[in-house]
């Protein structure tokens, strides 16, 4: 009987490899310090119904691949019942060599189910009966899913203007995990879209419990709820936008414009750049004053298909790699703060991976010694968190800057099934370093380089984050 797929030294091509994973990394417990799991989920200790409602449901990285597969979107976002989708996927699995999505979809089989068959047409109904069955049981409810995968803090990502009941409600459950919000405050930024963005500062002044119809009221409930954030754990801010805002206006024309989309006319692209600009500036602040991380996800193209955003909304598999000029609004924007000493630290995400080493040098230009690895190079995110990308990423830091100060994987993800990303990531890195170990270019000291492996498996994010 040949070995299982998934093996206990599945992608670890070395004996110093194999030997860094299994004493120096598997047992690290996680800190998943970005991701969109739903608080209400933890909250209410959410139990799945059933394989399709834990795996697929909002999975838009099965979606695309189901849709290259010429699978009707009736089997992807539309009406067919739980148990056609997940057919559907499954016939579609055989077709994703290749693509990580193999790799994720048999890692999560096994991890959260002991199921090693690999999927497809002839294994489904099989694999869809035994793990319907487990979740019916408390390991794989929400918070047993937390407990099984060792994960000590969560970094949800929160509106400031969502009133965090949920994560107060977590705070009170008792679970070993702490779950904390992350500032997002994107829609803040949108004065190109007068009549959403008035709706959002309406629902802004009730969570804030004041009024923000002026500028100078806009930024107190703003600041306001960044202190509420920090009282319930919170410890970054994240900013999901194109490039780096830095067109830097007046405090009177931020005030006219902010004037202008209250009075429900669109704010120019000029005017949106300038007033995103001042928003993005105090925010840094407050995060510097905090002590707090400022997270820039950079260089997404979003909602490419007009028809389908149009039928579907954000968020549904219709996303790229955008290809704008990154380095010269990044340096701009991080000086200003920096000439204030008002930069926090900052972990720059990266989505183009023709911009990784102009990005890596961008780190040293303003670390100042105040803390190790103080601006970093996140990890590979959205299109380049898979293997490759992982490679690219931490070759591009090992070269240009300090991969020992690495705070690590984070899942980025909706769903519960995405903890094997840790670990897929951390069996990608220990081949990397086993390879240089076995080949001369690291010396094979497990001392030395597990140490490195724990810290960025786990301490580093910990340290960096303030989170003991």
Same mark, same amino acid.
């Given at each position: ?89 499954a ?25 090693? @068959? *690999? +999927? /497809?047409?002839?294994? $489904? ?9 487990q979740? =019916?049981? #408390? ?77 100078? @009221? *806009? +930024? /107190?409930?703003?600041? $306001?709820?960044?202190d ?7 410890? =970054?801010? #994240? ?34 750049e ?29 909602n ?30 991080l000086?200003?703060? #920096? ?40 990890s590979?995110?959205w ?13 591009a ?7 020992s ?56 994010a ?7």
């Amino acid at each position: 009987m040949s070995a299982p797929f998934i093996h206990d030294d599945f992608l670890l091509e070395t004996p110093a490899a194999v030997r860094l994973y299994h004493e120096s990394a598997e047992d690290e417990p996680i800190l998943d310090y970005h991701c969109h799991l739903p608080p209400q989920d933890v909250a209410s200790n959410r139990r799945f119904r059933d394989l399709f409602e834990i795996w697929l449901e909002g999975d838009h990285y099965k979606w695309r691949a189901m849709r290259s597969n010429g699978v009707a979107e009736e089997f992807c976002t539309g009406d067919a019942t739980s148990k056609e989708k997940f057919l559907a996927w499954a016939r579609t699995v055989p077709h994703t060599l290749r693509n990580p999505l193999y790799h994720w979809t048999h890692l999560e089989l096994k991890r959260y189910f002991g199921i090693e @068959e *690999l +999927l /497809d047409e002839s294994t $489904a109904e099989s694999i869809w009966e035994r793990a319907n069955e487990q979740l =019916a049981g #408390d390991e794989l409810t929400a918070h047993g899913i937390l407990d099984k995968f060792k994960v000590r803090v969560v970094g949800t990502t929160d509106d400031p203007a969502d009133d965090l009941a949920h994560h107060r409600e977590i705070a009170k459950s008792g679970i070993a995990t702490r779950v904390i919000p992350t500032y997002r405050p994107d829609k803040a930024l949108n004065v190109d879209q007068p009549e959403a963005w008035n709706a959002w500062i309406g629902t802004l002044e009730a969570a804030a419990g004041q009024s923000a119809g002026t500028l100078d @009221e *806009l +930024l /107190d409930a703003l600041k $306001a709820r960044h202190d509420y954030f920090h009282e319930l754990g919170g410890r =970054a801010s #994240d900013h999901g936008i194109e490039r780096c805002f830095a067109d830097f206006p007046s405090e009177a024309e931020a005030r006219e414009i902010f004037n202008k989309a209250r009075r429900g006319e669109a704010a120019t692209p000029r005017e949106k750049e300038q007033f995103a600009s001042f928003i993005m500036l105090h925010v840094g602040r407050w995060n510097a004053e905090r002590g707090w991380a400022m997270q820039l996800h950079l260089g997404a193209r979003r909602n490419n298909s007009s028809r389908m955003f149009r039928k579907l909304g954000a968020d549904t598999g219709f996303d790229s790699i955008g290809d704008w000029p990154q380095v010269d609004r990044l340096a701009i924007f991080l000086d200003r703060l #920096d000439e204030e000493n008002a930069l926090p630290k900052t972990v720059l995400y990266n989505l183009n991976p023709a911009d990784n080493y102009a990005f890596a040098t961008m780190l040293g230009n303003f670390q100042d010694g105040s803390v190790p690895g103080k601006i970093q190079l996140g990890s590979g995110w959205w299109f380049l968190d898979q293997k490759e990308a992982m490679e690219w990423q931490m070759n591009a830091l090992s070269n240009l800057g300090l991969l020992s100060r690495f705070i690590g994987m984070l899942t980025d993800s909706r769903s519960f099934m995405s903890y094997p990303r840790h670990e897929y990531f951390r069996r990608v890195l220990c081949n990397l370093l086993g390879r240089d170990m076995e080949s001369g270019s690291l010396p094979k000291d497990f001392e030395l380089v597990g140490g490195m492996v724990r810290n960025i498996c786990y301490a580093n994010a910990r340290d960096y984050l303030g989170l003991e």
